[in-house]
């Protein structure tokens, strides 16, 4: 079956880049997302890609999608105290549900 | 504009009481809709998913129950709750894949 693999925990200071890093199995999967969580809250979408792409970018985001490899990143620009959050990365399921798998998510600390 | 709500924010059960949680869905039509289950420090586990009025379908086996009565609500209900039933369940709307998921804020539930 599909699944998601991230590193659970990333620790940067405040002016650094931070770059999450995903992997994923369904090579057939459309769109790729990354969620992020703050404490006690559900999750926002952040930005997302669609498979043809190599790369996309979000003011201080920017996705990078290896097919081949079957890896995502998000990277932060300029990372500031309030990104710290847990950030999760999604792929849609190969059938026509609609399902989102996702990974087990990443606590970035951004230290000030 | 969409907008979903979920209710109650806390909730606080004993072992062996009936659940009920509620989710809504304003400003869309015909939305999947999901129930996702998220334990202390882990990812996130669908648990329902909901592709029309009346339609369920069970990810996890368990004691959980959901149904759809309306087009636009979704309910995540127990008989008996466990122990292992606590954690922070998380509704969810899509309509377009590429737009991913619409998270609710969620429910934090406590089985004592």
């Known amino acids: 079956g599909e699944d998601v693999e991230q590193s659970l925990f990333l620790s940067v200071r405040e002016g650094d880049s931070s770059v999450i890093n995903c992997t994923y199995t369904?090579?057939?999967?459309?769109?790729l997302y990354w969620y992020k969580q703050e404490p006690g809250a559900g999750l926002q979408l952040l930005t997302y890609?669609?498979?043809?792409?190599d790369m996309k970018q979000d003011q201080r985001l920017t996705v990078l999608l290896n097919k081949k490899d079957k890896h995502l990143s998000l990277r932060i620009a300029d990372t500031q105290t309030g990104d710290s959050a847990i950030y999760f990365c999604?792929?849609?399921?190969?059938?026509?549900?609609?399902?989102?798998?996702f990974g087990q998510g990443t606590t970035l600390q951004v230290k000030p | 504009s969409q907008t979903i709500h979920q209710w109650p924010a806390t909730l606080v059960q004993p072992v062996g009481s009936p659940l009920s949680l509620e989710c809504t869905v304003e400003g869309t039509s015909n939305p999947n809709l999901y129930w996702y289950r998220q334990a202390a420090g882990r990812g996130l586990q669908l648990l329902f998913y909901?592709?029309?009025?009346?339609?369920i379908s069970s990810e996890v086996p368990q004691n959980l129950s959901a149904s759809r009565p309306q087009d636009r609500q979704f309910i995540l209900s127990s008989k008996k709750l466990l122990l292992s039933d606590s954690g922070f369940y998380l509704c969810a709307w899509s309509v377009q894949r590429r737009f991913g998921y619409t998270f609710g804020s969620g429910t934090r539930l406590t089985v004592v």
């Open positions: 369904d090579s057939s999967s459309t769109y």
């Open positions: 999604a792929e849609t399921d190969s059938g026509n549900t609609g399902k989102l798998i």
């Open positions: 909901s592709i029309g009025i009346g339609q």
């Open positions: 890609i669609f498979s043809n792409m």
